[in-house]
């Protein structure tokens, strides 16, 4: 498949997704933070026609300018796009202080802290306008490192560019004609608060990553899959407990 087959392909999956639901969905809700995945991911939203509620959540750090920008592009080339921002700074806040004072205070906890309450934000909007919370990991962050946090940003109803490699994701975004400065945007989850980058805290970056996951021979494998290792426990189906009866 060419790239504008790959857009038409995913943009028919999420159409078929929502047909074949028994209560149909009537909005896509898209978390929006600036960077290419989410950017790609609410552009293919916008062109299923539904209405496409793009979210941009501040915590403590205003919104990125490539999300506004982002969001303003959305506006202009689509009629069915709705933009909200809503700020969770004073929400997050309350939060990491009642934790602090119950003596439950985690650096990292507080971090995926954010990830989470950015998904039970998306949740209430897509509760009321009968949505679906779509997902914006791609296929080396979400399945390759496991790059994501469990019941945050993990945590959606259909993750169309999940099979999408970065390298996929970018080629994408340029035949949509997302702007540059959020193609060029270097990757990072925003939720700590000295803005380290993605690729500060996995050691690789994602192109080292993609290549690793295709190349067995990469220089970068043996690193690729010492990330994977400690990540692993988020791409597995939970545990179960199961009772075998017959054994009575």
Same mark, same amino acid.
């Given at each position: 498949?060419?790239?504008?087959?790959?857009?038409?392909?995913i943009? &028919?999956?999420?159409?078929?997704? /929502?047909?074949?639901? @028994? #209560?149909?969905?009537? %909005?896509?809700?898209?978390? $929006?933070?600036? +960077?290419?995945?989410?950017?790609?991911?609410?552009?293919?939203?916008?062109?299923?026609?539904?209405?496409?509620?793009?979210?941009?959540?501040?915590?403590?750090?205003?919104?990125?300018?490539?999300?506004?920008?982002?969001?303003?592009?959305?506006?202009?080339?689509?009629?069915?796009?709705?933009?909200?921002?809503?700020?969770?700074?004073?929400?997050?806040?309350?939060?990491?202080?009642?934790?602090?004072?119950?003596?439950?205070?985690?650096?990292l906890?507080?971090?995926?802290? &954010?990830?989470?309450?950015r998904? /039970?934000?998306?949740? @209430? #909007?897509?509760?009321? %306008?009968?949505?679906?919370? $779509?997902?914006t +990991?791609?296929k080396?962050?979400?399945?390759?490192?496991?790059?994501?946090?469990?019941?945050?940003?993990g945590?959606?109803?259909?993750?169309?560019?999940?099979?999408?490699?970065?390298?996929?994701?970018?080629?994408?975004?340029?035949?949509?004609?997302?702007v540059?400065?959020?193609?060029?945007?270097?990757?990072?989850?925003?939720?700590?608060d000295?803005?380290?980058?993605?690729?500060?805290?996995?050691?690789?970056?994602?192109?080292?990553?993609?290549?690793?996951?295709?190349? &067995?021979?990469?220089?970068?494998r043996?690193?690729?899959?010492? #990330?994977?290792?400690?990540?692993?426990?988020?791409?597995?189906?939970?545990?179960?407990?199961?009772?075998?009866?017959?054994?009575?």
């Amino acid at each position: 498949m060419n790239n504008r087959e790959k857009i038409d392909f995913i943009t &028919k999956w999420i159409n078929d997704y /929502v047909s074949d639901m @028994q #209560i149909q969905a009537k %909005t896509l809700i898209v978390g $929006v933070s600036g +960077g290419i995945d989410s950017a790609l991911t609410s552009t293919i939203c916008a062109l299923t026609d539904l209405k496409t509620i793009a979210v941009r959540m501040p915590i403590i750090t205003a919104s990125p300018v490539t999300s506004i920008n982002h969001c303003n592009w959305l506006l202009k080339k689509f009629n069915n796009v709705e933009i909200c921002e809503i700020e969770l700074t004073k929400t997050f806040e309350m939060f990491s202080n009642i934790a602090k004072k119950e003596r439950f205070e985690s650096e990292l906890g507080f971090a995926n802290s &954010k990830s989470r309450l950015r998904m /039970v934000t998306l949740y @209430q #909007i897509a509760s009321s %306008t009968n949505g679906l919370v $779509v997902g914006t +990991g791609n296929k080396v962050e979400d399945f390759g490192v496991g790059f994501f946090t469990k019941y945050g940003d993990g945590g959606v109803d259909i993750s169309p560019i999940a099979d999408l490699t970065k390298t996929q994701v970018k080629e994408l975004a340029k035949e949509l004609g997302i702007v540059d400065e959020v193609i060029d945007a270097e990757p990072t989850d925003g939720l700590w608060d000295d803005e380290r980058s993605d690729e500060d805290q996995l050691g690789l970056s994602y192109e080292k990553i993609e290549e690793a996951m295709i190349n &067995k021979k990469s220089k970068y494998r043996d690193k690729y899959q010492e #990330i994977r290792k400690k990540s692993l426990h988020k791409m597995k189906s939970i545990p179960v407990c199961i009772i075998n009866d017959d054994d009575d």
